[in-house]
């Protein structure tokens, strides 16, 4: 299964409104989770299920979707939000990342 | 806490082996399915390989198979990943990490530093 993100980069301000998508090339139901990684550490579990938050994550971050079209919204961006984020699929082995959507100022 | 420690990079000239270890704590690991996966320099992640709680259902990418090998021992809490015949584009940082449930149906729920594996001759 490949997956595709979009955009590539996503310029933001502080304060405003991020909305990253994700396309399964073929239908996942709702096995999707994001991650999001900053320079130099490792990734870290934002969402799975497509939209339940893993603990400790701020209610700022949400998932949609279901199927093969999945939504990552930050809903007013903090500095530390700033990094990477990539969608993973987990309906099937061999799992699949997509190429990762950076969140740059 | 779960920790997960990977070790056993360095490197290697094409065509040669290496192998890598992963030292689990904080949790039972027999209890739950890992994972290798890899990040080459400047670039996203890729997943290597899964295993499941009991060795039953082990995958690999496409981009591995047939030259990497992935290993579990419940008994002293450590994962493998055998790689053979390295490749320049193997070079990595390959984390190890822990899946949410036992068997293939779960997510990455925590991840290892990495270590990181230079394959060059």
């Avoid at chain 1, 396309?23 to 994001?34: P, T, V």
């Avoid at chain 1, 919204?73 to 061999?94: G, H, K, R």
Wanted: charged residues 15%; aromatic residues 12%; proline residues 4%.
């Amino acid at each position: 299964i490949v997956m595709t993100q979009s955009p590539a980069t996503l310029s933001v301000s502080p304060g405003e409104r991020a909305t990253l998508s994700c396309r399964a090339s073929q239908g996942i139901s709702s096995n999707l989770a994001w991650y999001q990684q900053k320079p130099g550490q490792a990734p870290r579990l934002l969402l799975y299920g497509a939209s339940t938050r893993a603990t400790g994550v701020p209610a700022r971050f949400s998932g949609s979707g279901s199927g093969t079209e999945f939504t990552l919204t930050i809903s007013s961006l903090q500095s530390e939000d700033f990094a990477v984020y990539y969608c993973q699929q987990y309906n099937n082995w061999p799992q699949t990342f997509g190429q990762g959507t950076k969140v740059e100022i | 806490e779960v920790q997960l420690v990977e070790s056993g990079g360095g490197l290697v000239q094409p065509g040669r082996s290496l192998r890598l270890s992963c030292a689990a704590s904080g949790f039972i690991f027999g209890d739950y399915a890992m994972h290798w996966v890899r990040q080459a320099p400047g670039k996203g992640l890729e997943w290597v390989s899964g295993i499941t709680w009991n060795s039953g259902s082990i995958v690999y990418a496409d981009s591995v198979k047939g030259r990497f090998t992935i290993s579990r021992d419940n008994a002293k809490k450590i994962l493998y990943l055998q790689m053979n015949s390295l490749r320049t584009e193997d070079t990595a940082l390959f984390y190890c990490a822990k899946d949410k449930y036992a068997d293939s149906s779960g997510y990455i729920v925590d991840w290892g530093q990495g270590t990181l594996v230079t394959v060059s001759s």
